[in-house]
């Protein structure tokens, strides 16, 4: 997983997710990551593809690709 730390006990993760097209798909899948416990931050880009996710300690990849699974995308891989 490809992670950097920017404070203490705040780790950002960007994401590359596929599918995504406009406004309402990026609320889509930033509405789903938010909800996973120590979630702080998410932004969803749909011109890249790309979704930066800031939380307390690293997620579970796993957990990551069923969200996005449940907004109805497919989770490429870590950025």
Not at 14 to 38: D, F, N, R, W
Not at 45 to 64: C, K, M, Q, R, W
């Amino acid at each position: 997983m490809s992670a950097q730390t920017d404070t203490p006990g705040s780790v950002t993760a960007v994401y590359k997710v596929s599918g995504m097209s406009c406004g309402h798909c990026e609320g889509s899948v930033s509405g789903e990551i938010s909800q996973l416990p120590g979630v702080t931050s998410v932004q969803a880009v749909a011109a890249s593809g790309e979704v930066t996710v800031v939380s307390e300690a690293p997620l579970d990849e796993e957990a990551v690709r069923a969200a996005v699974d449940e907004a109805g995308f497919q989770l490429v891989g870590t950025v």
